[in-house]
Antibody, heavy 121, light 107 residues
């Protein structure tokens, strides 16, 4: 079964740091692009970042650029999101998602259940 | 950034009705448009990619159409399990952007 399981969320003070993890199983992780998408309580979906299959190419939303770092360990089938200088507006459920990049089309065909980040003093 | 405008923001319809949700992009995105369904407390689920390609396992009563700036998601015969919020998303260029969502309820 193709599965993504996020972990690492929790309560952090403004200015603090967290590292989210997303463990993949059931597919050849090392061949797929991966994304992080977040959703604040009662709000819509916001794309955060993506990384290519070998981890060398990364892209970020302007709102997190310079504060968040996406990375992956293909030997461990795990995607990461290092989040520094956290702000109240970063509070959200964070989802990782798999991207098959099919025929040049990017879309998110498998999603994890999400991990919740709360930023509060 | 490419703005995605969805309408309506909410919709109530009866079982068996034909329902259409529209999504307009702020510039041409060719057919780089995806649709997702999200039920309360759950992760989004891919329905349609590349504007009109049905994801495996998604019922054939769901379809997508459009290109350029105007797109639509149609449910040909609404079923109770279709109660959810639907989001469009462009993948033409980063930052990828989503519409604000359409909440679909059954009357």
């Amino acid at each position: 079964e193709v599965q993504l399981v996020e972990s690492g969320g929790g309560l952090v003070q403004p200015g603090g740091s967290l590292r989210l993890s997303c463990e993949a199983s059931g597919f050849t992780f090392s061949t797929y692009w991966m994304h992080w998408v977040r959703q604040a309580p009662g709000k819509g979906l916001v794309w955060v970042s993506r990384v290519n299959s070998d981890g060398r190419r990364t892209t970020y939303a302007d709102s997190v650029k310079g504060r968040f770092t996406i990375s992956r360990d293909n030997a461990k089938n795990t995607l990461y999101l290092q989040m520094n200088s956290l702000r109240a507006e970063d509070a959200a459920v964070y989802y990782c998602a798999k991207d098959p990049d099919y025929n040049g089309f990017s879309f998110m065909d498998v999603w994890g259940k999400g991990t919740t980040v709360t930023v509060s003093s | 950034d490419i703005q995605m405008t969805q309408s309506p923001s909410s919709l109530s319809a009866s079982v068996g009705d034909r329902v259409t949700i529209t999504c307009r992009a702020g510039q041409s995105i060719r057919n780089y448009l995806n649709w997702y369904q999200q039920k309360p407390g759950k992760a989004p689920k891919l329905l349609i990619y590349a504007a009109s390609s049905l994801q495996s396992g998604v019922p054939s009563r769901i379809s997508g159409s459009g290109s350029g700036t105007d797109f639509a998601l149609t449910i040909s015969s609404l079923q109770p399990e279709d109660t959810a919020t639907y989001f469009c998303q462009q993948s033409y260029s980063t930052p990828y952007t989503f519409g604000r969502g359409t909440k679909l309820e059954i009357k």
